[in-house]
């Protein structure tokens, strides 16, 4: 049974550049929420994808867009990268009304210089 | 707004003894609420989790409470081992977590040693 898993594992961007994560959700699972967790920080919910739409957005700017596909995996856009966006990027999958505990991936450790 | 946190931010115990992580909660609506463990270079993972309609729920080697009086958190881990060192999350949501989502606290760094 996979489980969830997310592409790439690292990834250097410099200022204002565009970048793309991915995300695979576990077998059975079609919910994907993102997460962004800084260094020594708990994560912080970006938004949910169900039925290939945004359900729920945390606090974060517009510059952060995803996407989900008919096969429920999803993509993380961020746009104009700025420095703070250095940060581990956590993809969790669930099963909405089945299994609701959400599963994390391995995440994608992001550095912009 | 909701918030969870964390009341001992480093925990060292030696092996074999019962360690227990804490957690407070502000959001008096949350009824969901997980326990997560984190380590180095790895994503969460999943320990255990309990609804507000119970205040105990016990896995393998784990315990969770639940206080709801005073918005209150435990997890307990049964003879510690040097593989539980890792960072612990709690996690609160309300409305089950496939409909949104999960807030989290800062962690508590466990430490095991041999």
């Known amino acids: 049974d996979a489980g969830v898993t997310q592409s790439p594992t690292h990834l250097i961007k410099t200022r204002g550049q565009q970048v793309t994560l991915r995300c695979s959700p576990k077998s059975g699972h079609d919910t994907v929420s993102w997460y962004q967790q800084a260094l020594g920080q708990g994560p912080q919910f970006i938004f949910q994808?169900?039925?290939?739409?945004?359900?729920q957005r945390g606090n974060f700017p517009d510059r952060f867009s995803g996407h989900q596909f008919p096969n429920y995996s999803s993509e993380l856009n961020v746009n104009a990268l700025l420095l703070g966006d250095s940060a581990l990027y956590l993809c969790?999958?669930?099963?909405?009304?089945?299994?609701?505990?959400?599963?994390f991936g391995p995440g994608t450790r992001l550095l912009v210089l | 707004g909701e918030s969870v946190g964390l009341h001992l931010p480093t925990l060292s115990v030696q092996e074999g003894d019962n360690s227990i992580i804490n957690c407070a909660y502000s959001n008096s609506a949350s009824d969901y609420f997980i326990w997560y463990k984190q380590e180095s270079g790895k994503g969460p993972q999943f320990i255990i989790d309990?609804?507000?309609?119970?205040d105990k729920r016990q896995g393998q080697r784990v315990t969770v409470l639940l206080n709801k009086t005073v918005k209150h958190l435990s997890l307990q881990i049964a003879a510690t081992q040097p593989g539980d060192s890792a960072v612990y999350f709690c996690a609160e949501n309300i409305g089950g977590t496939s409909y949104g989502k999960l807030t989290f606290g800062q962690g508590t760094i466990l430490t095991v040693h041999p």
């Open positions: 969790a999958s669930s099963q909405r009304g089945v299994e609701e505990t959400q599963y």
């Open positions: 309990i609804r507000s309609n119970m």
């Open positions: 994808y169900y039925e290939e739409e945004e359900r």
